[in-house]
């Protein structure tokens, strides 16, 4: 089982619909979480971090399960710059030893 | 504001050259790191470093060398290259301890060994 997994996609979604995906990690031990959005050729961009009560910003949501060790992403009434491949990253630490695991990214198609 | 500054955006290498990548950022972060990213896989950390003179080894670290020049500048340097690491190449960094704090990245390197 990889690390830290999200359903590779493409989602391809009507334009203002709802849509969320879900991205699982195996350390139960894992910290920190965020989300980030990579568009295609560009560097990832961070879309919003994942506290433990859920955040919402705008159209966007995250949670975290942290008893079936996953952090999910809601999309609300999504638009076509949404179009985008989204990206979780999960922190743990032991001691002095860091763990930054990202996932492949979930490719998001918004269609017109 | 510039943010995270990596140069080149391109190179071509032969097999067994070797070159520097230059990342720099101007907002005073502490912590910065270096990544390489292959299609249809996650980034991976190649090395990290949590301060000014400090460096540790991430998931990838074999056939690259980073140093932390001072608090602006991270440079990853490939010492022999191999077609293996033909990979797109991202610096990144972000405020206090590693990892904890959301990362700020640069627009990507792309090396290519032939």
């Known amino acids: 089982r990889k690390e830290v997994e999200q359903d590779p996609g493409p989602f391809n979604v009507p334009e203002g619909a709802t849509v969320a995906f879900n991205c699982t990690y195996s350390?139960?031990?894992?910290?920190?979480f965020f989300w980030y959005r990579q568009d295609c050729r560009k560097e990832p961009k961070l879309l919003m971090s994942v506290y433990s009560s859920g955040n919402e910003d705008g159209r966007f949501t995250a949670q975290l399960n942290r008893a079936s060790q996953y952090i999910s992403l809601l999309i609300r009434d999504s638009k076509l710059s949404d179009s985008a491949t989204y990206l979780c990253v999960v922190y743990s630490s032991r001691r002095s030893n860091y763990q930054l695991i990202w996932g492949a990214g979930t490719k998001l198609i918004i269609k017109p | 504001n510039a943010g995270v500054t990596q140069t080149p955006k391109f190179q071509v290498l032969k097999t067994g050259q070797s070159m520097t990548l230059q990342c720099a950022q101007d907002m005073n972060h502490n912590s910065m790191y270096w990544y390489r990213q292959d299609p249809g896989m996650g980034l991976r950390l190649i090395y990290y470093?949590?301060?000014?003179?400090?460096?540790d080894k991430g998931e990838v670290p074999n056939g690259y060398n980073v140093s932390r020049l001072n608090k602006r500048e991270f440079s990853l340097r490939l010492e022999s290259a191999a077609p293996s690491q033909t990979s797109v190449y991202f610096c990144a960094s972000s405020e206090g301890t590693i990892g904890n704090q959301p990362q700020h990245f640069g627009d990507g390197t792309r090396l290519s060994i032939l």
């Open positions: 470093s949590a301060s000014e003179g400090t460096t």
């Open positions: 350390n139960s031990a894992s910290q920190s």
